[in-house]
């Protein structure tokens, strides 16, 4: 059964650069009809999609960003590690909240499954 | 890129039926059959509920239904029991490769 576990420093400096690990385990992570992804949820608030990543066919390498978040988001993978990365510059108390890793599967335009998260709090 | 517009909260008592809408634009919610819901309870990771508007992942009890009609999408839940309370969150895809979730809705169980 594929999993899916973040980790990561789970208190940033405002201003400083956020940065998580998603290691993939139980399934082929460069299967081309997969691609990985990010969202994010501040605490008793909604969901927020981050970004995709893709690793096969003609987006391979290519990633997508949340308009309001490409100034300062890259997403990554490391296909010998089976992980995905994320990096978010220049926090603030904003982007205090939990981050989940994700696989999308082509052409169903879903996040499944989800890993169980990791909260991130941006306090000095 | 907006958050699609959901009804804050509905509830229902146990056997009932509820409906949860999920409103968006020509350019998200309109513009593809690619809506998805997902259930999150409490201190969990969100699941996958629905995808392509009306698709069931293997394991989603058919009690759980989508439609969609123009720029709202919907989510039935038939037959309510007391584990469907959770918060619900539709997305939408909304071209060039970008997602918008809703704003979520919280299903209470009278």
């Known amino acids: 059964q594929l999993q899916l576990q973040e980790s990561g420093p789970g208190l940033v400096k405002p201003s400083e650069t956020l940065s998580l690990t998603c290691t993939v385990s139980g399934g082929s992570f460069s299967n081309r009809d997969y691609y990985w992804g990010w969202i994010r949820q501040p605490p008793g608030k909604g969901l927020e999609w981050i970004g995709n990543i893709y690793n096969s066919g003609f987006n391979s390498g290519n990633s997508y960003y949340n308009p309001s978040l490409k100034s300062r988001v890259t997403i990554s993978v490391e296909m010998s590690k089976s992980q995905s990365s994320l990096r978010l510059s220049s926090v603030t108390a904003a982007d205090t909240a939990v981050y989940y890793c994700?696989?999308?599967?082509?052409?169903?335009?879903?996040?499944?499954?989800w890993g169980q998260g990791t909260l991130v709090t941006v306090s000095s | 890129q907006s958050a699609l517009t959901q009804t804050r909260s509905v509830s229902g008592f146990p056997g009932q039926s509820v409906t949860i809408s999920c409103t968006g634009t020509?350019?998200?919610?309109?513009?593809?059959?690619?809506v998805t819901w997902y259930q999150q309870h409490p201190g969990k990771a969100p699941k996958l509920m629905i995808y392509n508007v009306n698709e069931r992942p293997s394991g989603v009890p058919d009690r759980f239904s989508g439609s969609k009609s123009g720029y709202t999408a919907s989510l039935t839940i038939s037959g309510l029991q007391a584990d469907d309370e959770a918060d619900y969150f539709c997305?939408?895809?909304?071209?060039?490769?970008?997602?918008?979730f809703g704003t979520g809705t919280k299903v209470t169980v009278l």
């Open positions: 997305c939408s895809y909304a071209g060039d490769y970008i997602y918008v």
């Open positions: 994700v696989r999308v599967t082509h052409g169903q335009y879903c996040f499944d499954p």
């Open positions: 020509g350019s998200d919610v309109g513009g593809y059959n690619h």
